[in-house]
């Protein structure tokens, strides 16, 4: 048996849009409740802050919340980023963003004097921008040490079980984890900042990706070269570089034949990773029915994929990044989840389904694939079935 499960909270998902600077402030602590942790700290003394995300591309999206809400209650702070320089594109045009700091995991291939100098000249900008606030949302090692070096006055990040002394010597504030691992990561996110003593608002907490003008203008031109009108087709990414996270082509296949076949127009995208479009390769040798291919077209990046999923009236895909950017652009999403878990990584405010099954109690198991041999069971035998009706179900509303 297979499940089609909605969000938890439904009404929130449906509750209008906030502004993203109201006009009203935000208190530090929950309004109408005085208290907080007693070494909460003080913003308005605060000049500049650093928030850290060394991860994958999705992960530095679901951070935009943070950038908010610390704005939100910090108007005169200004707030820079550090992040991979291949996810630099989910940030740089948030308008709560001062200055994008970026570490090229290609330095490594560098010779070590040109390495260590990239590396010094990082330092030393970071340095010269004289951080007040350092806030670390992963495990990585860099944070602890730039929680150090910097001289911040506060550094908060995660109390991982698993860090030694050193990692909770270097911030002078740890957030506890969950014991049962439940929580979004959004929410764990933000869990960085209550343990500062600021409590997020509901309507601080919404992804935020700008795609930018240059990405608007050349997705309205190429859906305007195949006939497509905003809102008149359906986005569907079926693949992911984490090939575990994967429905098999011959079921989107037959997925995009039955749209097909209901009159949907169908917009097909993937990475630039060789076996997603080697996957499209075989959904086109496996289905008649006519859609646009995207998947070979240079142009789409991931500024411009933003602006294509937001043009859509509904995306389709995995967990994966552009499964996150999707809900960004509030465009409404059916997920198919297999070993990796909903409650975690599920579309964030916006309206969704999940398709995942009821007949693997060992899922989400975090695994690549059942016995690590790559091929997940719980996604691969999902019916086509139960993502049309998730499909029917957003279309409805």
Same mark, same amino acid.
């Given at each position: 048996?297979?499940?089609?499960?909605?969000?938890?909270?439904?009404?929130?998902?449906?509750?209008?849009?906030?502004?993203?600077?109201?006009?009203?402030?935000?208190?530090?602590?929950?309004?109408?409740?005085?208290?907080?942790?007693?070494?909460?700290?003080?913003?308005?003394?605060?000049?500049?802050?650093?928030?850290?995300?060394?991860? /994958?591309?999705?992960?530095?999206?679901?951070?935009?919340?943070?950038? &908010?809400?610390?704005?939100?209650?910090?108007?005169?702070? !200004?707030?820079?980023?550090?992040?991979?320089?291949?996810?630099?594109?989910?940030?740089?045009?948030?308008?709560?963003?001062?200055?994008?700091?970026?570490?090229?995991?290609?330095?490594?291939?560098?010779?070590?004097?040109?390495?260590?100098?990239?590396?010094?000249?990082?330092?030393?900008?970071?340095? !010269?921008?004289?951080?007040?606030?350092?806030?670390?949302?992963?495990?990585?090692?860099?944070?602890?040490?730039?929680?150090?070096?910097?001289?911040?006055?506060?550094?908060?990040?995660?109390?991982?079980?698993?860090?030694?002394?050193?990692?909770?010597?270097?911030?002078?504030?740890?957030?506890?984890?969950?014991?049962?691992?439940?929580? /979004?990561?959004?929410?764990?996110?933000?869990?960085?900042?209550?343990?500062?003593?600021?409590?997020?608002?509901?309507?601080?907490?919404?992804?935020?990706?700008?795609?930018?003008?240059?990405?608007?203008?050349?997705?309205?031109?190429?859906?305007?070269?195949?006939?497509?009108?905003?809102?008149?087709?359906?986005?569907?990414?079926?693949?992911?570089?984490?090939?575990?996270?994967?429905?098999?082509?011959?079921?989107?296949?037959?997925?995009?034949?039955?749209?097909?076949?209901?009159?949907?127009?169908?917009?097909?995208?993937?990475?630039?990773?060789?076996?997603?479009?080697?996957?499209?390769?075989?959904?086109?040798?496996?289905?008649?029915?006519?859609?646009?291919?995207?998947?070979? &077209?240079?142009?789409?990046?991931?500024?411009?994929?933003?602006?294509?999923?937001?043009?859509?009236?509904?995306?389709?895909?995995?967990?994966?990044?552009?499964?996150?950017?999707?809900?960004?652009?509030?465009?409404?999403?059916?997920?198919?989840?297999?070993?990796?878990?909903?409650? !975690?990584?599920?579309?964030?405010?916006?309206?969704?389904?999940?398709?995942?099954?009821?007949?693997?109690?060992?899922?989400?198991?975090?695994?690549?694939?059942?016995?690590?041999?790559?091929?997940?069971?719980?996604?691969?035998?999902?019916?086509?079935?139960?993502?049309?009706?998730?499909?029917?179900?957003?279309?409805?509303?």
């Amino acid at each position: 048996m297979h499940r089609e499960s909605a969000s938890e909270e439904p009404s929130r998902l449906c509750e209008p849009v906030l502004e993203l600077w109201p006009a009203a402030g935000f208190s530090a602590n929950v309004r109408g409740m005085p208290y907080g942790p007693a070494d909460a700290i003080d913003l308005a003394g605060l000049k500049r802050a650093l928030v850290i995300q060394l991860r /994958h591309h999705g992960d530095v999206l679901l951070t935009s919340p943070v950038f &908010t809400v610390l704005r939100n209650h910090a108007p005169s702070l !200004e707030i820079d980023a550090l992040v991979y320089a291949e996810t630099r594109d989910m940030l740089d045009l948030h308008p709560a963003i001062a200055q994008v700091h970026v570490v090229d995991r290609r330095w490594k291939e560098l010779a070590a004097p040109t390495r260590l100098m990239r590396e010094w000249r990082l330092q030393a900008t970071m340095r !010269e921008r004289g951080y007040d606030l350092i806030v670390h949302l992963s495990e990585h090692p860099r944070g602890a040490w730039l929680a150090r070096s910097l001289g911040a006055r506060y550094a908060v990040a995660h109390d991982f079980v698993r860090k030694t002394g050193l990692w909770k010597k270097s911030f002078t504030h740890l957030a506890p984890l969950p014991g049962n691992g439940r929580r /979004h990561r959004v929410e764990l996110n933000l869990d960085t900042l209550r343990r500062l003593g600021i409590q997020p608002g509901d309507g601080e907490r919404r992804l935020v990706l700008v795609p930018g003008e240059e990405a608007d203008r050349s997705v309205d031109e190429l859906l305007a070269a195949h006939g497509l009108a905003p809102k008149k087709f359906i986005h569907f990414q079926p693949g992911s570089r984490w090939l575990f996270k994967c429905w098999p082509a011959e079921r989107a296949a037959g997925l995009i034949g039955a749209l097909s076949r209901r009159g949907e127009r169908i917009v097909l995208t993937a990475g630039p990773d060789e076996r997603e479009r080697a996957m499209i390769a075989e959904i086109r040798d496996r289905t008649d029915a006519q859609f646009v291919d995207l998947s070979g &077209t240079s142009m789409l990046s991931l500024k411009h994929l933003a602006a294509l999923t937001a043009r859509a009236k509904l995306f389709i895909g995995v967990d994966s990044a552009p499964m996150h950017i999707a809900a960004a652009m509030q465009t409404p999403v059916v997920a198919l989840f297999g070993p990796s878990g909903e409650l !975690e990584w599920g579309p964030w405010h916006v309206p969704h389904r999940v398709v995942a099954s009821n007949d693997h109690p060992c899922r989400p198991c975090g695994i690549d694939g059942c016995g690590g041999g790559k091929v997940s069971e719980c996604l691969t035998r999902l019916p086509q079935q139960a993502v049309l009706s998730a499909v029917d179900a957003l279309i409805a509303r």
